[in-house]
């Protein structure tokens, strides 16, 4: 087995801030156990920052950005059952270590939301940099990685007649940055 | 802080407007609480009149809720769930969804039957009713079975016990919106 490539090794040291019209965090849940229901966050605060051996990744969203197209679902995730974005209005990221290269990129850090932080591992890829439209380098970073969200005290449920639940417990985060640098 | 309060039930020797009379006098200093009585006046929910004018009856909850601190619910309970007055009641300040007056509300669920459970299966009923309109549901109870031999002449619990519960459940709901506003320890 070989030790993974530090990712690091190959981005220009700086900082990069994610781009708002080309980057998204985006969710992914079963719903009554036979579909998909998806939601996202925007806009997206993300900076990732280049020293010379490491890469540091931290972000986050607003809770109350949340979209799911649905005005009444809207206000339900909002509320103590699940994000209770009174009292916990941001959902933050912070990376403990990125490894890996390119198409085999792994995060794992620390995921804060609805009171609870918990350690998370994503993978995904790293691109560019390439030339900007406008100038500047720009950096293309999209993860994945699957939560409980029971995990984050969100433990709404109802069951269906006919049995199954409403909603899967499991939910895919996917979050795709477009990072220029500064 | 101000609690408003409502029992679920319209009968005029109510043992659930009896019992939020009673947790109204023991209310800690610094802590007033309201009994409603309009529940009589709240049309039937029609999705054809739940439009911005709403009728002056849902008007007038709206405003309770949205000016107090906190709600206290006293729910009798109606083969085995709540009344429908009170279900009706919910339904309408819930509405609409979007920007409900509910939405992170404290609110705190007690009730009184004659049976031996003290409305517990109609407590848990509501309390997943609440919940679900967004409000900060206090996760605690207060079963008062056997309402009829419950209170003493005064109006007060003969029951130590659910005296104590009484003054945990009002302490829970003060705690609440106190803490509406400080993030939840991450």
Not at chain 1, 22 to 39: D, K, T, Y
Request: glycine share 8%; hydrophobic share 45%.
């Amino acid at each position: 087995m070989t030790a993974p490539t530090q990712s690091a090794t190959r981005v220009p040291r700086g900082t990069y801030t994610a781009d708002q019209i080309h980057s998204n965090a985006n969710f992914e849940v079963e719903h009554a156990g036979v579909s998909i229901f998806r939601g996202g966050f925007k806009p997206i605060e993300a900076t990732l920052v280049a020293d010379d051996d490491r890469l540091r990744l931290e972000g986050g969203v607003a809770v109350e950005s949340i979209s799911v197209g649905d005005e009444n679902i809207r206000p339900h995730l909002l509320s103590p059952e699940f994000f209770d974005a009174e009292r916990n209005p941001d959902v933050r990221f912070r990376s403990t270590e990125i490894t890996g290269s390119d198409d085999d990129l792994t995060v794992t850090g620390e995921l804060s939301m609805a009171g609870f932080s918990l350690p998370v591992e994503a993978t995904g890829r790293l691109r560019g940099p390439v030339p900007g439209p406008g100038g500047g380098e720009k950096l293309a970073l999209a993860l994945e990685t699957v939560i409980d969200r029971t995990a984050f005290g969100m433990n709404w449920q109802m069951d269906i007649p006919g049995g199954g639940v409403a909603l899967g417990n499991d939910v895919k985060l996917i979050v795709e940055l477009e990072l220029d640098r500064e | 802080m101000r609690i408003l309060a409502i029992a679920g039930s319209l009968r005029r020797d109510s043992h659930n407007a009896r019992l939020l009379r009673y947790v109204a006098e023991r209310a800690p200093a610094g802590v007033e609480v309201e009994i409603w009585d309009g529940l009589r006046s709240i049309p039937p929910y029609d999705a054809d009149s739940d439009t911005d004018l709403a009728p002056a009856p849902v008007a007038d909850l709206r405003r309770a809720i949205a000016s107090a601190d906190a709600l206290l619910i006293a729910t009798p309970e109606y083969n085995a769930s709540i009344p429908g007055v009170l279900k009706n009641a919910i339904d309408w300040a819930s509405r609409p969804r979007a920007r409900t007056v509910l939405q992170n509300k404290p609110v705190a669920v007690i009730g009184a039957s004659t049976g031996s459970f003290g409305a517990v299966w109609a407590q848990a009923e509501l309390r997943k009713v609440l919940a679900h309109t967004g409000a900060r549901v206090v996760d605690l109870d207060l079963p008062v079975a056997k309402a009829d031999d419950a209170f003493d002449e005064s109006g007060a619990l003969h029951s130590a016990e659910l005296d104590l519960r009484c003054a945990d459940v009002l302490a829970a709901l003060v705690d609440s919106v106190e803490a509406r506003h400080q993030p939840l320890a991450a």
